[in-house]
């Protein structure tokens, strides 16, 4: 039996529980639970906005219980429609792999990778035959599957829905069938698709899972939910330099909800911290997350150097990149940003450029055709916290 303390700190932030009695009687129950999470493997870079879900496992874990990581190397074959205005690019089941180990590795900076279980679905469904999709398609009608409201607001709009889209939630569903989850945990993007799962138990024989929702972070942005392709997250991997000066730029009013869905800090210590000084508790929490990622001896230089960045100054530390010059001994400004890796692209490096939003040695550089006469020493910079030192490839 656990106490009522242990109970609520593993659901701490959950959105809705299906159904909470139902969760608690199994935890309650002596039986270790199987514990799912599907992870999307098109995006393996993981940022703060993950761990809600990922240290609501940490807790579970702790409490004794099987935590399965379900990489979706199949499901991403389809891409999943959650939340999409159209139709996702697919990947191939190489590239779900590949981001699928990607996305392990990073997992151990909040869980015990050696006591959780991997997963992947392909192992079933990839072994389905067209007889067996018909089967499972016969589950579940037309009618419940356009009840989801990125498929109903497609439809209403003329926006081209795929037939293998439709085919999603039940595939992601048959995954708690095959892995005879007791409980499986997601955002609130993904209630429908969890709740096909308990559906398609039942039909199965099985008893329905439980599950459990929690909200999605908002990013710096404070409008969007935190994503790396919206540039609006803290990443885990990040330096911690770059964490903080990211903490800092939170926004107050989303400030405690970053304290009670990423830190252990409880919400009534939180809530007095912001109200004595919302300044102070951004620090406090940039500190917080760089304790939890990087350790307590990575602080002190994260703040020294957020406070150079901040005066205008330029840090001591930061990457170096190799830049490789022309007969004239020059370089074009957007190839230099993308060299530093300050841009993807030729592309988003012009965009960088055209908003003011890089600078060469302190000096802002508007021109997107600038020619730049690179010199050892000389400092890339993309907003006030990506600074880059330039070496000459002689």
């Not at 909040?110 to 992947?120: E, W």
């Not at 708690?176 to 993007?189: F, W």
């Not at 800090?265 to 508790?281: L, P, R, Y």
């Not at 993807?344 to 730049?372: C, F, M, T, W, Y």
């Amino acid at each position: 039996m656990y106490t009522q303390q242990e109970i609520d700190f593993a659901l701490r932030g959950a959105v809705q529980i299906f159904s909470k009695e139902g969760l608690v009687d199994r935890l309650n129950s002596g039986k270790r639970l199987k514990i799912k999470l599907g992870c999307d493997p098109s995006r393996p870079d993981l940022h703060l906005g993950h761990t809600v879900i990922l240290r609501r496992l940490k807790a579970l874990q702790d409490m004794g219980h099987e935590i399965i990581f379900l990489i979706g190397d199949f499901t991403g074959m389809i891409g999943d429609p959650s939340g999409k205005s159209k139709t996702r690019p697919k990947l191939t089941l190489e590239e779900t792999r590949e981001n699928g180990v990607s996305y392990l590795q990073q997992v151990g900076k909040v869980l015990d990778p050696n006591k959780a279980t991997i997963a992947y679905n392909s192992e079933w469904l990839n072994a389905m035959n067209f007889a067996d999709v018909i089967g499972l398609a016969s589950k579940y009608t037309l009618a419940r599957t356009l009840e989801r409201d990125d498929f109903t607001k497609r439809f209403k709009e003329n926006q081209p829905i795929s037939l293998h889209e439709l085919l999603y939630p039940l595939a992601q569903g048959y995954d708690s069938v095959a892995l005879h989850a007791d409980v499986e945990v997601g955002g609130t993007d993904q209630t429908f698709n969890l709740l096909v799962g308990r559906e398609l138990q039942r039909d199965y024989g099985q008893t329905p899972q439980e599950v459990i929702t929690f909200p999605l972070l908002v990013g710096l942005d404070g409008k969007e939910k935190m994503s790396k392709s919206l540039d609006n997250y803290i990443g885990i991997d990040e330096p911690a330099a770059i964490m903080y000066e990211k903490a800092m730029r939170v926004p107050d009013s989303a400030l405690l909800e970053y304290f009670v869905l990423t830190t252990d800090i409880s919400e009534e210590e939180a809530k007095e911290i912001i109200q004595k000084d919302v300044v102070e508790a951004h620090r406090v929490f940039g500190k917080e997350i760089i304790r939890m990622y990087h350790g307590e001896a990575a602080i002190e230089e994260a703040v020294s150097r957020y406070a150079t960045v901040a005066s205008g100054a330029i840090p001591d530390k930061m990457a170096t990149a190799l830049v490789p010059l022309n007969d004239e001994k020059t370089i074009g400004i957007c190839d230099l940003v993308r060299i530093c890796g300050l841009a993807p692209s030729n592309s988003e490096a012009r965009r960088l450029v055209q908003g003011k939003g890089i600078k060469i040695d302190n000096v802002v550089i508007e021109d997107v055709h600038a020619k730049i006469a690179c010199t050892d020493g000389m400092v890339v910079s993309k907003g006030k916290n990506k600074f880059v030192r330039v070496e000459v490839e002689k």
